[in-house]
Structure formats: C-alpha cells, structure tokens
C-alpha cells in the first residue's frame, strides 16, 4: 500500500494554505494594504489623496509606470489611450452573437477573451513594446466593451467613443446617450465615476489578479488573461458582491425586515451573507468604503434622491452592522460595494452593471500585474501544490466484478 504521508515527506516540505491567507505568490511594487489599519497605497500613494486629488487615469499612468506623470506625460498618455478606445467593426458581430439577456459579465469574458483574435501582435509578450501596447489598447477598449454589453442589453444602438470626452465622461455618454437625444454629462456623475474607477483600480493579490498572474505566469497573451480575471471577478464573493448586495436590499425591501436577515446573518446553519459587508484583508475599515459614501451622499444630493425604499433600508442596515455585537466583534464594516452599488443605482445602471463597472475600472491593476511579472527575470510558471486525500494505489476492478 502506498503510504501517502512518506510519498510526501519525500517531495519536501510545502505549506497547505486553504484561501492563500498567509502565502505571498509574488513581490510586487505596485499596491501596498494594511489591512488593521484600513490604509491602501498605490505606489506608495494613500487612495483618499488619489480619490481627491487626481483622476483616473493619472492613476493608471501611475500604476502602470510606478511615478505620477508631468503634465506633458499625462497629456501623451491621455492622448494615446483616446486613441485605441474604437473597437475593430468586425467586434460588433460578435455582441450581436450574444443572446439580448446575457448578463454583461458573460458578454466581456467572451469579448475580451477575442480581442486576442484581433491583436496579432500582442501574443508576442517577450517584446517590451508590444507589452505596452497591449496594455493601452485594454484601458482604451474596455469602457467601450462595457457599455457595449450594456447597449446591447437594452436593445439600444451602440454609441461610439467620443474623443473630446474624458474617460468617465466617455462612459457614461456610452452608456446612457441614446441617438436623437442630446445628452450632457453631469460633472458631478462624472466626477462620481471617476472615482469609482480609481477606487477600484487595484487591490494587490486579490482573487481575479491571481487569476490574471496564474493565467500570465504560462506564457498566455494579455487578452486571454484579462478575460480571466474578469471570469473570476465575477463571482458573488468578490466583484459580483456589488450586485449581490443590492439585489440583497432589494430583497429586504423594507426596514422592519432588516432584524431577520440580520438574524440570518448569525445562523450558522444558514449559508447567507450580509453582501457588502466584510472583507479578507481589511479588518478595522475599507478606506475605500469612507471615500465611496462621501461620494454616495454627492450624487444623492445632486439627483434629489430622498429616501427610497432601498436607500432607507441600506442605511437602517448600516448603522445596525455597526452597531451589532456580532458584526463589531468580527470586525464586519460595510465594504467599498455596499456604497458603489448605491451610486450605481442611483446614476441608472441596472444591477448587471455593477461588476462589469468593477472589471473596467479593475483592468489597469490587472495589466500593471501582469506587466510586472512579465518583466521580472526570476518569472516561474505558477503550480501551486495539493494536500491528496483520495484513494491510495488500487487495482482497476473490471466492469462485471464491480
Ligand atoms: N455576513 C455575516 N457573517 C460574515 C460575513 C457577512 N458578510 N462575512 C464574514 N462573516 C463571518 C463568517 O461567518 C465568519 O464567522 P465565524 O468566525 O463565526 O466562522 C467570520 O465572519 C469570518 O469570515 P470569513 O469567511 O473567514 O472571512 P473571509 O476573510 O474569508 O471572507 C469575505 C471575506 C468573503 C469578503 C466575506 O466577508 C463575505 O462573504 N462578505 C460578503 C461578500 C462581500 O461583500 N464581498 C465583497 C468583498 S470586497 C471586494 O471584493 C471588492
């Protein structure tokens, strides 16, 4: 019989380490999180500072290339992600292949996935240029893929980027012009937008950037692994949290009913969530979260949302979760989701929306990720290893003996 423990003990030593929760998968320069603390760094630079005082592509440029950019920079540096934000014409054939009530999500995976089949020159990852290319081709695409997938959702015409707009501004005027009808921009949403963006940008090692670094550490092409990333995000424990949690008020629709979803909360027994609460890595407060409800209250103010119905429920819940022994003891604070998808809600993206945004403005932290390991010479493909519980060496059984 096969002893399973000395097969083991000949491999030599490794961690098991269920979730990663104290193994570093790589070095990297780019964000740097205390989670006790609350802080979050880019590139050295506290978020609230970033949020206040730049916008989201200063951001990027500095998270791609590790310094702020002179203004001459940023002005190149804008310039040339304007210049790649049209998709290639053919692209639209493939929205239109598309059922009309695919989730976005489903449509950027695929879409973003082909642009692999389009940018020939970008699989070749040993050159420095193509690498760089490849990188302002994702930031300049993916508003227009999102708000793509949004259009198509609606049965609305596709509105092209309009180059005299800012990234935000570009958006939203994706998003939300429909032809015939003069639309406007409000500063205010754009502003909103924009620092939806930067607080999103990255986040470190987080599980759809792990994604992108596991996909990239084999050699795969930028496309490919962005397409990854955004799979990942996807899921309802990371960025599809945004959606889940208002679906989650929605779902409570009324204050009185907050004490049982609060209960059920505790129950052990009952695998439910609060969505929007918690975070792995931020166990005093996501300082994304205070710059995200400062922005929140902005855009309520500015639209005249008074209390909705939902909007009354989430702050009910807030200041209950703040204020429960069970979430005060297990360190639960509202996340950076629980107050994005209010802004969501209230500038008109439906729900599917929420985590297509959060992939768009993600996508800089993932090619800086990438570009990173790309360019670091100790580079190795990434294999984690496995605790095997299963059966140990037996014989095949034939079919009439079983
Ligand atoms: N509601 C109720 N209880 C919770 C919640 C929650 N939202 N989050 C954690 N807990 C409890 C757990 O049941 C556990 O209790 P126990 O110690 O009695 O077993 C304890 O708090 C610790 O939870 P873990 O799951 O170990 O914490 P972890 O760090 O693994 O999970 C996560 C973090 C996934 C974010 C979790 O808090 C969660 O599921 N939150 C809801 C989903 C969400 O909002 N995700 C967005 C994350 S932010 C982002 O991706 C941008």
Redesign the pocket.
Known sequence: VLDITKLYAQAGVFTFDP?F?STASCESSITFIAGGKGELLYRGYPIDQLAEKSSYLEVCYLLLNGELPTTAQLEEFTHTVTNHTMLHDQMNNLFRGFRRDAHPMAIMCGVVGALSAFYHDSADITDEKQREIASIRMIAKIPTIAAYAFKYSVGQPFVYPDNNLDYASNFLRMCFAVPAEDYVVNPILSKAMDRIFTL?AD?EQ??STSTVRLAGSSGANPFACIAAGIAC?WG???????E??LNMLREIGTVDRIPEYIAR??D?SDP????????????NF?P?ATVMKESADEVLDLLGIEDNETLKVAKALEKIALEDP??VE???YP????YSGIILDAMGFPTSMFTPI?ALSRTVGWIAQWKEMIGDPKLKIGRPRQLYTGATNRDYVDMAER
Do not use: E, I, S
């Not at 969505?275 to 931020?282: L, P």
């Not at 996340?335 to 629980?338: E, K, R, T, Y």
């Open positions: 979730g929760t999103h986040h987080n599980a995000l309802p424990a990371h960025g599809g949290a945004n889940a949690c909360a505790k052990k439910f969530r609060l969505m929007g609460f918690g975070h792995r890595v931020y166990k996501d994304r069970y979430f297990k360190k639960l996340n950076v989701d629980f959060f």
